[in-house]
């Protein structure tokens, strides 16, 4: 099981380093999870080919070129195919570095949330402490103790993006 999860490890790094970004817009990695999320097979290649209305070029905002471009990438490194019907599918491979995406996704936003709540049971307690001892005026304490709170929560909502 170790020699698999290295494996796989090195070849994700491997894929990053060979295509991290498609075109302006997108990199693989978001194409591959959106697939994934909208499993089973909401996304197809059609029988024209893919066009800027395509559903998925769509909702990533990217063009069908780039889209197109991406969906090649994924297929020649065997993260997608298609069936016979020419709906996208993930591969077991694709699947996993898709899973992985996500478990690395919540465990960002996990950490951001222990942050943020981190971050506010200090400037409390600052505050508190600052408090007591009578030294500042209270309402130049509350006015600080605001602009912290907010500049946690500009801060908390650039990381989300």
Not at 32 to 52: A, C, H, V
Not at 69 to 76: E, K, Y
Not at 121 to 134: A, G, P, R
């Amino acid at each position: 099981m170790g020699k698999f999860f290295k494996k796989e490890l090195t070849e994700t790094l491997k894929l990053k380093n060979t295509f991290e970004k498609v075109g302006k817009a997108k990199s693989w990695k978001e194409i591959l999870n959106e697939i994934y999320n909208s499993l089973p097979s909401q996304y197809g290649r059609g029988t024209k080919g893919i066009d800027d209305n395509h559903p998925l070029a769509k909702k990533l905002k990217i063009s069908g070129f780039e889209l197109e471009q991406c969906l090649m990438f994924l297929s020649d490194q065997k993260l997608i195919y298609y069936n016979e019907n020419n709906w996208i599918g993930l591969t077991e491979k694709g699947f996993n570095i898709a899973l992985e995406n996500e478990k690395h996704k919540s465990n960002l936003q996990l950490q951001l949330t222990i942050t943020v709540f981190t971050a506010f049971l200090v400037i409390t307690n600052m505050f508190n402490f600052f408090l007591s001892l009578k030294i500042y005026d209270s309402y130049m304490l509350l006015y600080t103790y605001t602009l912290l709170l907010l500049v946690v929560f500009f801060i908390v909502k650039r990381k989300l993006r």
